[in-house]
């Protein structure tokens, strides 16, 4: 049974960072590209950040140069340490596996930042 298990979410004020982690499970975590997403409240969910089964990265605008998204192999996790947060990044946030026709998501961990 695959299982994405995000944590690390909370409130934080404008300015203050937070690290999201995503434990999966039930997939063999080293060849899925992982990626975070998030969705805020009334807007389409929308891409944050990847990463490829290789390790390289890829950011959308809004967050290049704030975010950062790692992996960790041996403990099959992805994270996505979040710096310099403003309110606009307030959204539920959700992890993602991928390879070809294989697609899963995580139940979401909810961020908060307060101006």
């Known amino acids: 049974q695959v299982q994405l298990v995000e944590s690390g979410g909370g409130l934080v004020q404008t300015g203050g960072s937070l690290r999201l982690s995503c434990a999966a499970s039930?997939?063999?975590?080293?060849?899925?590209?992982m990626g975070w997403y998030r969705q805020a409240p009334g807007k389409q969910r929308e891409l944050v950040a990847l990463i490829s089964s290789r390790g390289s990265p890829n950011y959308a605008d809004s967050v290049k140069g704030r975010f950062t998204i790692s992996r960790d192999n041996a403990k099959n996790t992805v994270y996505l340490q979040m710096n310099s947060l403003k309110p606009e990044d307030t959204a539920v946030y959700y992890c993602?596996?991928?390879?070809?026709?294989?697609?899963?998501w995580g139940q979401g961990t909810q961020v908060t930042v307060s101006s």
């Open positions: 993602n596996a991928n390879r070809n026709l294989f697609n899963a």
């Open positions: 039930g997939i063999i975590f080293s060849i899925n590209t």
